[in-house]
Every structure is written in structure tokens, then in C-alpha cells.
């Protein structure tokens, strides 16, 4: 006997192009995820641990309002999740 197990389906609350990201006070600041078209993320004024992974496969983690991180040169986007505690 065999069965299939169904993935979850929970994308959650999702900004496609978002230019404050998680910072407070953002409009962006709730969601689950946000894609940043940037290879440089400002972590100024973001409350939050920040796992950023860019569009080439790089991640790096970002911690609360540590400023500036650069990605890959030819990476073109960054998704960013919330790292929770």
C-alpha cells in the first residue's frame, strides 16, 4: 500500500517588490517574505534577524539593524524571511 504526502500549501503574506523591506514602520514590515531588487539590503532600522538569500543562491544572515550587506555582484534580487527566536 502506498500514499502521497501533500506539501503544505502556506505561502503566507508575500511582497514581490518591496523597497523598505522589514524595516519599521514599513509597509512590508508584517509580511512573511519580501523580494528586495537589490544585491544591497539595508538592515537600518529592521527589528528583526533577516535570512537573506539573493536570486544566484547566496544566503547570508543578517542581524537586526546591522546596516549595510552586499550580495553577489551579478545577483539581480534578495528574498528576505524573518528569522524567528
Given at each position: 500500500?502506498s500514499?502521497?504526502l501533500?506539501?503544505?500549501?502556506?505561502?503566507?503574506?508575500?511582497?514581490?517588490?518591496?523597497?523598505?523591506?522589514?524595516?519599521?514602520?514599513?509597509?512590508?514590515?508584517?509580511?512573511?517574505?519580501?523580494?528586495?531588487?537589490?544585491?544591497?539590503?539595508?538592515?537600518?532600522?529592521?527589528?528583526?534577524?533577516?535570512?537573506?538569500?539573493?536570486?544566484?543562491?547566496?544566503?547570508?544572515?543578517?542581524?537586526?539593524?546591522?546596516?549595510?550587506?552586499?550580495?553577489?555582484?551579478?545577483?539581480?534580487?534578495?528574498?528576505?524571511?524573518?528569522?524567528?527566536?
Amino acid at each position: 500500500m502506498s500514499f502521497k504526502l501533500n506539501k503544505p500549501n502556506f505561502i503566507g503574506k508575500v511582497s514581490y517588490d518591496s523597497t523598505d523591506g522589514f524595516r519599521s514602520g514599513s509597509k512590508d514590515e508584517h509580511n512573511d517574505v519580501n523580494y528586495i531588487h537589490s544585491n544591497i539590503i539595508d538592515m537600518t532600522g529592521v527589528p528583526y534577524d533577516i535570512e537573506g538569500t539573493d536570486n544566484l543562491g547566496n544566503k547570508k544572515i543578517m542581524k537586526a539593524d546591522s546596516g549595510i550587506h552586499h550580495f553577489h555582484p551579478q545577483a539581480s534580487k534578495v528574498k528576505e524571511v524573518k528569522i524567528n527566536r
